[in-house]
């Protein structure tokens, strides 16, 4: 198997963190043309503006036909790659198990999809024993294209990412992310809590996007109250090596069920545990 890596230093490994073997590397060289083809695959199915133009699995929750085929895509060609490689995806269309799991969720962001907005994304992460050790992240519709790995570093577009140097947050933008499954007491209680910062909120409808804009620093944290591992196991890669803060989402149970995950520039760390009292860690690798 000849492989060129498609990022910068992607051979270096210095730390703790870093590659247990090349082969981290290697199968994000392999994957990032998977996730390019899944997202051209999306743009072509994606529905004109207006909508939404999607099933319900639940109340405010969409599916689209995209969703599915999307998934079927990355799954089948992960497999006929790596096939000994397990597989977690959104729609779950094909669970496998494996040392190396790849996770993926084949579009972000669905109920902007499916009113034709153009917010979403592919995410793919990729866990070695449980651990996030790959990311990509591709938003095609904003051409912004997202890579990490641990111990290597983190890059949109070619450019690193670093969290934002905020440490004031009366200056601060804070997202929370919302989703059927969180009580309404619970959301405006977090609200709350940030706008009393002085914070300024936002809401976009992509946790994969969101989590991915504290790594470059466009937001400067990101709370949700129940996310789930495939909205975002790319993104902890690349949250990791931006230098941003973090929740222990795995430590809370994040691979087994949605769970809470605050992500956050490192200079506001002090007082988002003090307002939310969710304890934050730097997981930087280098
Ligand atoms: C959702 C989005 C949303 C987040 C939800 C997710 P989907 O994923 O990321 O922003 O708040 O928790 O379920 O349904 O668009 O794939
Ligand atoms: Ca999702």
């Known amino acids: ?48 503006p207006g909508g939404p133009d999607a099933s319900l699995k639940g109340r405010q929750d969409y599916v689209t036909e995209a969703d599915q085929a999307v998934e ?66 591709f938003a095609p519709a904003l051409d912004e294209f997202y890579l990490g ?26 997202e929370m992310g919302w989703s059927p499954v969180v009580a309404t007491d619970e959301y405006s209680r977090r609200m709350t809590q940030f706008l009393e910062m002085g914070a300024m909120p936002r809401s976009s409808g992509s946790g994969a996007l969101a989590t991915a804009d504290v790594a470059s620093g466009r937001l400067d944290a990101y709370l949700e109250i129940a996310i789930n591992l495939w909205d975002v196991a790319a993104a902890l890669v690349l949250l990791a090596e931006s230098g941003a803060v973090t929740s222990d989402f795995l430590g809370e149970g994040g691979a087994e069920r949605p769970t809470r995950f605050l992500a956050a520039a490192p200079g506001l760390a002090e007082a988002l545990e003090q307002v939310t009292s969710i304890p934050l860690k730097s997981d930087r690798s280098s």
């Open 1 to 48: 198997m000849s492989v060129s890596p498609t990022h910068p230093h992607a051979e270096c490994h210095t730390d703790r963190n870093a590659d247990p073997s090349p082969s981290i590397a290697q199968r994000l060289a392999f994957a990032q043309p998977i996730v390019r083809d899944a997202a051209a695959l999306a743009m072509a199915m994606r529905p004109a």
């Open 72 to 137: 079927k895509l990355i799954s089948t060609r992960i497999d006929a790659l790596f096939p000994n490689d397990g597989f977690i995806g959104e729609e779950g269309g094909s669970q496998r198990d494996g040392q190396y799991a790849w996770v993926v969720d084949p579009i972000d962001g669905t109920s902007n999809f499916a009113r034709g907005r153009d917010r979403w994304c592919v995410s793919l992460g990729l866990l070695y024993e449980g651990r996030p050790m790959g990311g990509i992240i």
């Open 149 to 174: 790995q641990i111990g290597v570093g983190a890059w949109m577009n070619g450019r690193p990412l670093k969290a934002s140097p905020l440490r004031d947050g009366r200056s601060a933008m804070i």
